[in-house]
């Protein structure tokens, strides 16, 4: 087993966990509230501290314009989002997310993390995918593996239920919604097919119920800031409630008005009848790339918070035609398959003999002109890798010049599943010089290897040099670029933690809690009033003081340094 510690995260739309492999299992590691979920929101306070997860959450309300959530949803686009005088690119608020996660392993743990297993949406994009690494590498946290979210779950699924088996599994999230259809024998864990949507998740429910709340009352349409905040929290819980009891109620008062709201599970799946409809689509598609029929699965297991809502329930049992699994807790089967992975890229004995195969989820290939109606004409899409295949892979085609003393060719690369390439999405593009001739006379072989990752690497070489070109995906809409990655670092570097949260205060408080757990009586009452002057003078923000008192307190614990430790 090799030594560096491997943490396996679940980075979530709504909610993040940190999973490790220790003892031949997955175990989900504490943040530093003794919580397995933490909030996958930042913010800044009063002070301009950074705040993180569930104190960042609570003022998510009370202070929308200094607090971010969802930002998973803008990962690999330009969009910013500000907090108080600062604007933040999803990367870096994953980042600040991130490296509390990894200082709370850190806490946990005792020693120190660099090593990460982070999940993706199945249906992530190369450019997605490579945001996620580039947040992990802000966090100072070097990206092992990048795992698909429902490939995680079926991980800790088959792990825990050794057998010969087929599933679909139906994540739906805060964000995200994944499908993936597993083949499982032998500790061979098969995923057969993936697909999704990057923007249909629980949030999503959230605005449609938001959007009846508001044509209830059409004077709250014009709602902003922290009102339209209470709204969407009201919305939220309007849905949970219903996963209890229909009907849910609501009431709001704002400044000597009062609001009244009662929502059914009827009206309910009337306001999202077309979010369900969505659902199938996805459904459809994996199984059709999987040529599985619905009676080849042996079940259907249910991933992500959402999937606890009993609309979502009833969807999936009309769609399969059976009741799904919930064997495995909605929220934590990302994490917990994290974990495996994480044991596994550690070559952990007790994993040595699964063996995982992934899929790409979607098609790659380049733009090319075609013949149409006796002239040629540009913008069609050539798949070099059909979506669905078995990963890792590498193909090759071969194009040719176009136009008669054409110099140079630009190798446009793209993604999707449309005919024509403006339908699909760009990843980047490689030009080439090539000699004048007559158009066909040069050729130009194009190879595409995509990665365990799900990252693709791009070849090209002409038949008139030996030179390689390769793709650095760079100028693309939405990716960093080297530079911007070495601004941010420093920026995140100079940002604020709150004194509670710095990793030496942190330690102390640890420290501290450990000892009065062991101690008694009088030691035990002088542990509790260190511990409560400290915790004090920590929310006072006053670094000098907060630092001498750390000193003398440092002090005091190691007179029982041979005791616990
Ligand atoms: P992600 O993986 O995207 O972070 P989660 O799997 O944590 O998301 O799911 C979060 C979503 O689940 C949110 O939209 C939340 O509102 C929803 N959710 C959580 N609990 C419930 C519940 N009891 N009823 C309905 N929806 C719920
Ligand atoms: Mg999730």
């Not at 739309?13 to 997955?26: A, D, F, I």
């Not at 849910?248 to 009662?262: H, N, V, Y």
């Not at 059976?322 to 929220?331: A, E, M, N, S, V």
């Not at 994290?338 to 195969?357: F, H, N």
Request: net charge negative.
């Amino acid at each position: 087993m090799t030594t560096d510690l491997v943490i396996g995260i679940d980075l979530g739309t709504s909610n993040s966990l940190l999973c490790l492999w220790r003892n031949g299992r997955s175990e989900l590691v504490p943040n530093r509230f003794g919580d397995f979920l933490t909030p996958s929101v930042v913010g800044v306070d009063d002070a301009g501290n950074m705040l993180v997860g569930q104190p960042a959450k609570a003022r998510l309300q009370s202070h929308p314009h200094l607090t971010a959530a969802s930002f998973k949803r803008h990962m690999g686009s330009e969009t910013t989002v500000k907090l108080g005088a600062q604007s933040f690119r999803a990367e870096e608020l994953s980042a600040i997310l991130l490296r509390q996660l990894k200082e709370d392993a850190e806490n946990a743990l005792g020693q120190p993390v660099s090593c990460a297993v982070i999940t993706v949406p199945a249906y992530f994009n190369d450019v997605q995918r490579r945001a996620v690494k580039t947040a992990g590498e802000l966090a100072g946290l070097e990206v092992k593996r990048l795992l698909n979210e429902p490939t995680a779950a079926s991980l800790a699924f088959g792990l825990l239920n050794n057998q010969q088996q087929k599933y679909l599994t139906f994540d739906l999230g805060g964000g995200t919604f994944d499908v993936s259809i597993i083949d499982m024998f032998d500790g061979v864990v098969e995923v057969r097919s993936s697909s999704g949507d990057v923007f249909l998740g629980g949030d999503d429910f959230n605005a449609a119920i938001l959007r009846w709340m508001q044509q209830q009352f059409p004077e709250l349409n014009q709602a902003e800031g922290a009102l339209y905040a209470s709204l969407t929290q009201l919305a939220e819980r309007l849905k949970c409630d219903l996963t209890q009891s229909s009907p849910a109620t609501a009431e709001l008062e704002w400044q000597d008005k009062r609001w009244q709201w009662e929502l059914s599970e009827a009206k309910f799946a009337e306001i999202c009848s077309e979010l369900i409809a969505r659902l199938q689509r996805p459904v459809s598609q994996a199984l059709q790339d999987a040529r599985f029929t619905l009676d080849q699965l042996d079940h259907v297991l249910l991933v992500g918070g959402a999937t606890r809502m009993p609309l979502i329930r009833q969807t999936v049992a009309r769609l399969f035609g059976r009741f799904p699994r919930h064997d495995l807790h909605p929220d934590q089967a990302v994490a917990l398959g994290a974990g495996v992975q994480a044991g596994m890229v550690m070559e952990d004995s007790a994993v040595e003999d699964v063996i995982l195969t992934d899929v790409m989820p979607y098609s790659l290939g380049v733009a090319t002109m075609r013949e149409q109606h006796g002239r040629q004409e540009a913008g069609f899409f050539l798949p070099l890798i059909e979506r669905n295949t078995f990963l890792p892979v590498s193909m090759e085609k071969t194009l040719c010049t176009a136009v008669d003393n054409q110099t140079l060719v630009e190798v446009e690369i793209y993604q999707g599943e449309g005919r024509r390439v403006k339908d699909n999405i760009q990843l980047g593009d490689i030009k080439l010089e090539v000699p004048a001739r007559k158009a066909g006379e040069v050729s130009i072989d194009v190879r595409f290897t995509y990665t365990l990752d799900g990252i693709l690497e791009v070849e090209c070489r002409t038949s008139a040099s030996d030179t390689i070109s390769r793709l650095v995906i760079e100028n693309v809409p939405g990716q960093m670029s080297a530079e911007e990655i070495q601004q941010s670092l420093q920026r995140l570097a100079s940002l604020k933690q709150h004194p509670r949260d710095r990793p030496e205060n942190r330690r102390v408080l640890t420290r501290c809690n450990e000892l009065y757990r062991f101690l008694l009586g009088e030691e035990r009452q002088q542990i509790d009033a260190a511990l409560s002057a400290f915790e004090q003078l920590l929310e006072t923000q006053d670094v000098r003081q907060i630092a001498d008192f750390r000193q003398h307190l440092e002090q005091m614990l190691s007179r029982y340094d041979n005791w616990t430790q």
